[in-house]
Structures are given as C-alpha cells and as structure tokens.
C-alpha cells in the first residue's frame, strides 16, 4: 500500500506555456536558457520573453529565441 502522500501522476496532453520577465542578460541565465529549450524536441512548449537589455546580451538573446522558431516569442 502507498503512503497517503503519494499522488498519481496527471497526463498532460497540450502546449506548456513558458514565461520569462526580466532583464535579457547572461547573468540571469537567459542564453543557457534558450539553449537548453532549443535542445527540447519531444514535448511542445511556447516561451514567452518579456523584457530589455542592451547590445551584446541583447543580440544574442534574440538570435537565440529566433532559433527557436514557433516557440520563441519576444515581446520586448
């Protein structure tokens, strides 16, 4: 018998939407973000990137959302 803690696990079957606010930059860990979202084949995911930075760390996180094609939405 299972403890009364444990749960069954629920099947989701639908587009997990991903939200990142805050400043674009790689302190944040927004490039290894990207990337590793980038890396997802198997399950479909939608990120959703709101908020600013400034040359370099800019450039490179657009591009990087760019890759991610229909999943990555910039929306300053």
């Known amino acids: ?3 009364a803690f444990f749960y ?3 099947v989701f079957e639908g587009t997990v939407e991903i939200l990142y606010a805050g ?3 790689t302190a944040k860990g927004v ?3 990207l990337k590793s979202l980038g ?3 198997d399950r479909p995911f939608r990120l ?4 600013s930075s400034t ?4 450039e490179t996180c657009l591009a990087l959302a760019q890759a991610l094609g229909e999943k ?3 929306t300053g």
């Not at 959703?48 to 908020?51: N, P």
């Open 23 to 25: 400043k674009l930059s």
């Open 8 to 10: 069954e696990p629920k």
């Open 48 to 51: 959703h990137l709101a908020g």
């Open 31 to 33: 490039p290894w973000l």
């Open 39 to 41: 890396r997802i084949k």
């Open 55 to 58: 040359g370099r760390e800019l």
């Open 72 to 74: 990555g939405r910039f």
């Open 1 to 3: 018998m299972r403890p």
